[in-house]
């Protein structure tokens, strides 16, 4: 009987908010990774991945079962891992994905059989909200004849009957290189047929992509237009078409638990003004330059990501229980590497600001701005791109300006 009333006790204390925690969610084709892949190459991929910063990463395009870890050493880093991935015995590149483990683990692994690759199909639980993502990762057939653009109807297909099993409510991706021309095709029409349940939206307009000017701020191919680098076999033309694709199912898009955020769905280095040419060539922005070199470099395809929002439950006290003036906590853990969590509390509804700074003062991330709310609070830091050192974080709010030392070490 104790226990019960001490429970209610605690319940009547606490309130629970839900806050965002955003993760970003990425495709690349790798090209034949790590076929032709020297040091310039692999330089061109760490730069582009440290500005992307992915949670997680769906590839395509891996040549070997070493390659898996050899792309975690030389690019990754050690915050990431690798789902389970199998060589198919027919062809010899094939599809995986990385993930970040401090943010998410594989409760399942599978595959679904197609005539030319099979389909990963991973289980992911977010450590936080344990909220679950299934994500499916293709490499369809390429090629833009009749009997190529049947092979991916039967690729999808196969794809459909699997999620036409899930119940309302699953939250699931596919993603990867689609190799698809457009819209109308029959494939693509399979993909968000609604006359069953397990259908996909794609966040981006449909149309006819393959060299249309009118798409060209969404292509993703090739990003190449004359001999390529290293010999590496991809593809020329410039880009001209939309092969790389990120598509939800319906509980992604509405709100609540893992929720598509608008708007995020982003080709990175594409300004839209490079139709037919290189993906470095002019016009650009020289801020963006090494950027777009490294993308040339890398691989044939461009890179797409969304950003996906995980509702976080946290608690924040009853006004019995509030302190009345600005608390701020140790951060937890500390030292750490490379992310730790700061809580802070405010005793009223006012505005305020957690920020980062270096030892000499210079600001190096402001983690929240905005209207805080009376209570407990909890974000998260990560110091992944920064050196080993000590940092500061400070909280400031009309009331107060309270400031801790944290040490981060890789």
């Given at each position: 009987m104790k226990i019960k009333i001490i429970l209610f006790i605690l319940l009547l204390s606490f309130q629970f908010h839900f806050a965002q925690e955003k993760v970003r969610f990425m495709s690349y084709n790798l090209l034949r990774y790590p076929t032709n892949s020297g040091a310039d190459r692999e330089d061109s991929f760490?730069?582009?991945?440290?500005?992307?910063?992915?949670?997680?990463?769906?590839?395509?395009?891996?040549?070997?079962?070493?390659?898996?870890?050899?792309?975690?050493?030389?690019?990754?880093g050690e915050e990431y891992r690798a789902g389970y991935f199998r060589n198919n015995p027919s062809t010899d590149i094939d599809n995986g994905l990385y993930f970040k483990d401090s943010l998410f683990t594989v409760l399942k692994f599978d595959y679904l059989p197609t005539v030319l690759r099979d389909i990963p199909q991973y289980t992911l639980k977010h450590n936080i909200t344990n909220d679950t993502l299934i994500v499916f990762v293709v490499h369809l057939k390429a090629g833009n004849t009749n009997s190529d653009s049947q092979q991916r109807f039967n690729e999808i297909n196969q794809l459909r009957l699997k999620t036409d099993t899930f119940r309302d409510g699953v939250?699931?991706?596919?993603?990867?290189?689609?190799?698809l021309y457009t819209s109308s095709e029959t494939a693509y029409q399979r993909l968000v047929d609604q006359s069953t349940s397990g259908y996909f939206i794609d966040p981006l307009r449909t149309g006819s992509w393959h060299d249309s000017q009118n798409y060209a701020d969404i292509h993703t191919q090739s990003t190449r237009t004359g001999a390529t680098p290293n010999n590496d076999g991809g593809s020329t033309g410039g880009m001209d078409d939309r092969f790389d694709f990120i598509m939800l199912s319906q509980a992604v898009i509405d709100s609540g638990g893992i929720t598509y955020s608008n708007n995020s769905y982003t080709t990175p280095g594409n300004d839209g003004q490079h139709f037919n040419k290189s993906i470095?060539?002019?016009?650009?922005?020289?801020?963006?330059?090494?950027?777009?070199?490294?993308?040339?470099?890398?691989?044939?395809?461009?890179?797409?990501?969304?950003?996906?929002?995980?509702?976080?439950?946290?608690?924040?006290?009853?006004?019995?229980?509030?302190?009345?003036?600005?608390t701020l906590y140790q951060n937890y853990p500390n030292p750490f590497n490379p992310s730790t969590e700061i809580k802070f509390s405010v005793g009223r509804r006012e505005f305020g600001r957690i920020l980062v700074t270096d030892v000499l003062g210079n600001e190096v991330s402001e983690l929240f701005s905005g209207e805080l709310n009376p209570g407990i609070h909890i974000v998260r830091f990560s110091a992944k791109n920064l050196a080993s050192g000590i940092y500061f974080y400070s909280i400031i709010t009309e009331s107060d300006y309270l400031t801790r030392k944290m040490l981060y070490l890789k």
């Amino acid at each position: 009987m104790k226990i019960k009333i001490i429970l209610f006790i605690l319940l009547l204390s606490f309130q629970f908010h839900f806050a965002q925690e955003k993760v970003r969610f990425m495709s690349y084709n790798l090209l034949r990774y790590p076929t032709n892949s020297g040091a310039d190459r692999e330089d061109s991929f760490r730069k582009i991945i440290d500005e992307i910063d992915p949670d997680i990463l769906a590839f395509q395009e891996m040549t070997t079962t070493n390659g898996v870890t050899q792309f975690i050493e030389n690019v990754l880093g050690e915050e990431y891992r690798a789902g389970y991935f199998r060589n198919n015995p027919s062809t010899d590149i094939d599809n995986g994905l990385y993930f970040k483990d401090s943010l998410f683990t594989v409760l399942k692994f599978d595959y679904l059989p197609t005539v030319l690759r099979d389909i990963p199909q991973y289980t992911l639980k977010h450590n936080i909200t344990n909220d679950t993502l299934i994500v499916f990762v293709v490499h369809l057939k390429a090629g833009n004849t009749n009997s190529d653009s049947q092979q991916r109807f039967n690729e999808i297909n196969q794809l459909r009957l699997k999620t036409d099993t899930f119940r309302d409510g699953v939250n699931y991706i596919v993603c990867g290189d689609f190799n698809l021309y457009t819209s109308s095709e029959t494939a693509y029409q399979r993909l968000v047929d609604q006359s069953t349940s397990g259908y996909f939206i794609d966040p981006l307009r449909t149309g006819s992509w393959h060299d249309s000017q009118n798409y060209a701020d969404i292509h993703t191919q090739s990003t190449r237009t004359g001999a390529t680098p290293n010999n590496d076999g991809g593809s020329t033309g410039g880009m001209d078409d939309r092969f790389d694709f990120i598509m939800l199912s319906q509980a992604v898009i509405d709100s609540g638990g893992i929720t598509y955020s608008n708007n995020s769905y982003t080709t990175p280095g594409n300004d839209g003004q490079h139709f037919n040419k290189s993906i470095n060539d002019a016009p650009f922005d020289l801020s963006d330059l090494s950027f777009l070199n490294a993308l040339y470099l890398a691989s044939d395809h461009l890179p797409v990501h969304i950003d996906l929002e995980f509702e976080v439950p946290t608690f924040v006290e009853s006004a019995d229980h509030i302190p009345e003036t600005v608390t701020l906590y140790q951060n937890y853990p500390n030292p750490f590497n490379p992310s730790t969590e700061i809580k802070f509390s405010v005793g009223r509804r006012e505005f305020g600001r957690i920020l980062v700074t270096d030892v000499l003062g210079n600001e190096v991330s402001e983690l929240f701005s905005g209207e805080l709310n009376p209570g407990i609070h909890i974000v998260r830091f990560s110091a992944k791109n920064l050196a080993s050192g000590i940092y500061f974080y400070s909280i400031i709010t009309e009331s107060d300006y309270l400031t801790r030392k944290m040490l981060y070490l890789k």
